[in-house]
């Protein structure tokens, strides 16, 4: 079923102890961020990690991540799962399961499925790169782009800033789950639009005072009516011109805007009707406001891998001012949340990421630069409860760096 978005951050904390909704943030520099590690590094009496970049992979940690994987579907009864890790000497990836239950088809590695909130790491650079474009402003009020009969209907609507949105700091509320549901379960093929879905958060009060972390779907929705407002194209043909064309990322693409077979991905499976018993919830189409801004991108492990490594080792995404921006955290007790993208500091060094949930998909991405290590995982299960991804990053990551794993795992609510 439809789950409240405040799932996916919670996710991110179980592997790398993102920030705590509804805790008081400011603002910490990356060089800021770097200063702590050093500081939970003398903390926890451990030398620093090596900054050499981890060799991909001996036979036995490879056999050993396989064996991870194959446990994690057969625990969890799984329909299936991938894992890839890449560094600069390499990649090393592996799938276990069925892509489609009902034809048997085996999963592969390379696969397009679901990114749910992953989605919003890549809003976050296409709002940046309209930045550095002249075409957006980071600290200028939404008003500048929505219309007044929407913007009037937020809690102090003409005071939130675009940095707000991307942030998570807008104070707006999370969308009325019980009603938003029962509206799909009413019409479950209805093609829902942005302002559809916003509309479930219009005439409430602030969730937490602005300029404090409570996530809300809202916020990305927004930023999807602002970049189309602002450019005057389609989100699916801006997010083409900024990243996906210039990464040449062949399976990424937004949710509904390609012809079917172009726009192929792997099934998704989820005990929609609380029965026990999953259903495949992407044939017949069960629309949970797929295709938008907020959560609706389709991807593949390789194509998020060559994301992160554009985004953290080319610079060929952003300009230095604005991929600062990007990595300037409002901070809290666990971590921090930068413009679409998570952090934390562990044992292993500081950890950049985001985990995402969607109907009939989990997944998580994490990008740990001490070890020059990018981990993707995921599955074509959108059932909360059952074997997420991020217990097999978890244990991937303890198998390739060693050590038992300090994450936090601390409950959001």
Request: hydrophobic share 40%; with cysteine; proline share 6%.
């Amino acid at each position: 079923m439809i789950k409240p978005k405040g799932w996916a951050i919670a996710a991110l904390l179980m592997l790398i102890g993102s920030g705590c909704r509804g805790s008081n943030g400011t603002p910490i520099p990356l060089e800021k961020g770097m200063a702590g590690l050093r500081q939970w590094q003398e903390w926890l009496s451990v030398p620093p990690v090596s900054t050499q970049p981890v060799a991909l992979l001996p036979a036995k940690t490879s056999a050993q991540l396989q064996t991870a994987l194959q446990d994690h579907v057969r625990t969890w009864n799984l329909p299936g799962a991938v894992l890839y890790v890449a560094s600069s000497d390499g990649d090393w990836m592996r799938a276990v399961g069925q892509s489609d239950l009902n034809a048997k088809t085996l999963l592969k590695p390379t696969d397009r499925f679901r990114t749910g909130d992953v989605s919003e790491l890549f809003m976050g650079i296409v709002c940046l790169r309209l930045i550095d474009a002249g075409v957006l402003t980071l600290n200028a009020p939404i008003t500048n782009w929505l219309p007044t009969d929407l913007t009037e209907r937020l809690p102090h609507g003409d005071q939130i800033t675009l940095r707000q949105l991307l942030n998570h700091t807008s104070g707006l509320p999370a969308i009325d789950v019980d009603a938003f549901q029962q509206a799909v379960l009413v019409n479950p093929s209805h093609r829902w639009s942005p302002q559809e879905i916003v509309g479930f958060v219009l005439d409430r009060p602030e969730a937490v005072p602005r300029g404090t972390f409570r996530h809300s779907r809202a916020n990305y929705l927004l930023l999807q009516l602002i970049v189309e407002r602002a450019t005057g194209q389609p989100f699916a043909e801006v997010l083409q011109q900024q990243i996906l064309q210039p990464l040449q990322l062949k399976d990424t693409f937004l949710e509904l805007s390609q012809p079917d077979e172009a726009g192929e991905f792997v099934q998704g499976y989820q005990d929609w009707n609380r029965d026990n018993s999953p259903e495949n919830v992407t044939q017949p189409l069960i629309n949970t406001g797929l295709g938008l801004g907020d959560q609706g991108i389709i991807s593949s492990a390789p194509d998020l891998v060559r994301l992160m490594r554009a985004l953290f080792l080319e610079d060929t995404l952003l300009s230095a001012t604005s991929r600062k921006h990007l990595l300037t955290l409002i901070e809290n007790n666990e971590g921090g949340y930068g413009l679409g993208i998570a952090h934390t500091l562990t044992k292993w060094g500081e950890v950049w990421g985001q985990a995402g949930e969607t109907t009939g998909f989990r997944s998580v991405i994490a990008y740990l630069p001490v070890h020059d290590l990018i981990l993707v995982a995921w599955t074509n299960s959108g059932d909360r409860n059952f074997g997420h991804p991020t217990r097999l990053a978890e244990k991937s990551l303890e198998i390739i760096l060693g050590d038992t794993y300090l994450f936090t795992r601390r409950a959001i609510r």
